[in-house]
């Protein structure tokens, strides 16, 4: 059983239109990948892919993978490249839920960024996590 230290939140580097099957793509064919970089992936509409089990090592963040569980939404950039962060409502409710179940899971584990981890010159996610869920407020339907 792995030791999880690190819930790391990404974006795919991609804009919002690209695909599950583009950035698997992109991993096999031009980083040569076997395993996926992200053990979650979260699509525009806010369902949650499963890309890899949590007790397998994916590729998200180099010196961390094993340490690590990985969660990425499509978008963080926009048309011309430059970080945005571009997510939808719905990619924020189902990353906040995600982020509440792995952290019940694995309840010493650390939430952060990618850009917020040592040594890493990203910009991935494209926003910071830390203040993000410290000013994030869940809309629950109300009662009727």
Same mark, same amino acid.
């Given at each position: ?6 819930? *790391? ?6 804009? =919002?239109? &690209?695909? *599950? ?5 992109? @991993?096999?064919?031009?980083?040569? @990948? ?11 509409? %806010?369902? *949650? ?8 090592i994916?590729? %998200? ?14 978008? %963080?950039?926009?048309k ?25 899971k694995?309840?010493? &584990?650390?939430? *952060?960024?990618?850009?917020?981890? =040592? ?5 991935? =996610?494209?926003?910071?996590?830390? &203040? @993000? ?7 629950? =339907?109300?009662?009727?």
């Amino acid at each position: 059983m792995r030791i999880i230290r690190y819930i *790391v939140v990404h974006c795919t580097a991609s804009t =919002p239109d &690209a695909t *599950v099957e583009d950035i698997k793509r992109y @991993w096999k064919e031009q980083l040569k @990948w076997k395993n996926p970089g992200y053990h979650y992936i979260i699509l525009r509409d %806010g369902e *949650v892919v499963k890309l890899q089990e949590e007790d397998k090592i994916a590729n %998200g963040a180099s010196s961390y993978n094993k340490i690590a569980i990985h969660i990425a939404y499509i978008g %963080g950039i926009n048309k011309s490249g430059t970080p945005t962060d571009n997510r939808t409502q719905l990619q924020k409710h189902a990353m906040f839920d995600l982020l509440v179940e792995l952290s019940e899971k694995y309840p010493h &584990a650390k939430i *952060v960024g990618h850009r917020d981890l =040592p040594k890493v010159k990203k910009a991935c =996610p494209s926003f910071d996590v830390a &203040a @993000w869920l410290q000013d994030y407020e869940p809309n629950f =339907p109300m009662a009727a």
